[in-house]
């Protein structure tokens, strides 16, 4: 059995996807590789093909009709026989030296005597023009090098956890049973949010695994682009809502934490929402805080009420500016797009 199997959502990526790839060979006969061909138009399902062929062991190249980032997440998850599950985005790439870290950290980890359900590491933002490289790493929140449970997880604003700091256990994501919606962008939020409540134990290996570049214009997370795709982040802030509603989370730590999460995510929204400067923009700000409280008027006056929510909803054309120049102050210290 494979100890680590890497998904990696293909759509349209043959310009990129050969490097990413390259850096997950390194870790060679402990890895299997998901090549998810997500309906592509390029040659994206055929570099797929060609690295299955030259790596039988180790690299599967799958092909489906598009159904969106989601989709090829989930064609990952049914396809995984590796103890642990990680996904890998076709235009982003890891470290070989702290690859070697994670792998051999998994290996001393299903050797234990407890079983670790999320494995946590850093992610480097590979921001296009940037002369420094942001990192965003744990150790000041998370114990180092030690399993520990949600009473030791302190993390303060602007700290969560992102799809790529996180290696889950694939039974996990099996027995969860996470499906995340077709062709909706920005997913890896519930992908990084759903399965948490069935985390018991984690382990934080304090190294800069990850790559994620960020900076094409059309990607998903510039801007434009996502006040383009309102309807789609609005859509994920619903479903998180309803996963936060349903779970009954007993753990007064995880609850702290995934209420956190949701009020980021719901600030994202909230400034999308104000940057498009449109009226039907501001009816749906409204109307997803209704739906909030229609849900679950608990999260709602968590949300509403929250630093973030008042801040996100001060009142008049002043208001919405001052909180524009407290979100832009936030993203250039935090180095998010």
């Known amino acids: 059995m494979k100890l680590l199997s890497i998904a990696i959502p293909c759509y349209n990526s043959e310009a990129y996807m050969e490097k990413c790839i390259d850096s997950l060979l390194v870790g ?3 890895v299997e590789i998901l090549v998810v061909d997500d309906g592509s138009s390029d040659r994206t399902a055929e570099i797929a093909d060609v690295y299955a062929e030259k790596y039988p062991t180790i690299v599967k190249a799958i092909h489906q009709e598009n159904g969106g980032h989601g989709e090829a997440v989930n064609a990952g998850i049914r396809n995984a026989t590796g103890l642990y599950f ?9 470290n070989a030296e702290a690859y ?3 792998l051999k950290t998994l290996e001393e980890l299903i050797r234990g005597s407890e079983t670790v359900d999320l494995l946590i590491s850093n992610f480097v ?3 296009q023009g940037a002369k420094r490289k942001r990192v965003m790493q744990y150790r000041h929140c998370l114990p180092v090098n030690e399993v520990f449970g949600w009473n030791k997880v302190h993390m303060h604003k602007g700290k969560y956890l992102l799809m790529h700091s996180m290696i889950y256990r694939t039974k996990l994501l099996h027995d969860c049973g996470l499906e995340l919606p077709k062709h909706t962008f920005y997913v890896d939020n519930i992908f990084a949010f759903e399965p948490l ?9 304090d190294v800069n695994f990850y790559r994620y570049f960020i900076g094409r214009e059309d990607q998903s997370v510039n801007e434009a682009v996502m006040i383009k795709r309102i309807d789609q982040q609005l859509r994920v802030n619903r479903i998180m809502v309803d996963v936060f509603h349903r779970c009954r989370c ?9 209420l956190s999460y949701l009020e980021i995510i719901t600030t994202i929204s909230s400034v999308m929402l104000i940057r498009a400067e449109t009226q039907e923009a501001l009816d749906k700000k409204k109307e997803l805080m209704e739906y909030i409280r229609e849900e679950d008027r608990w999260i ?13 909803n001060l009142p008049g054309k002043g208001g919405r500016k001052t909180f524009i120049a407290a979100y832009k102050l936030c ?5 998010f797009n």
Do not use: P, T
Request: glycine share 8%; charged share 30%; aromatic share 16%.
């Open 331 to 335: 993203q250039k210290f935090y180095g």
């Open 300 to 312: 709602y006056h968590r949300l509403r009420w929250g630093i973030m929510g008042c801040a996100s």
């Open 197 to 205: 409540v069935h985390v018991k134990k984690m382990y934080y290996l």
């Open 28 to 30: 060679g006969e402990d």
């Open 250 to 258: 007993n753990n007064r730590h995880l609850r702290k934490y995934m």
């Open 86 to 94: 990680k996904v890998v985005d076709s235009d982003d790439w890891v």
């Open 125 to 127: 933002y590979e921001k």
């Open 100 to 102: 070697a870290q994670i």
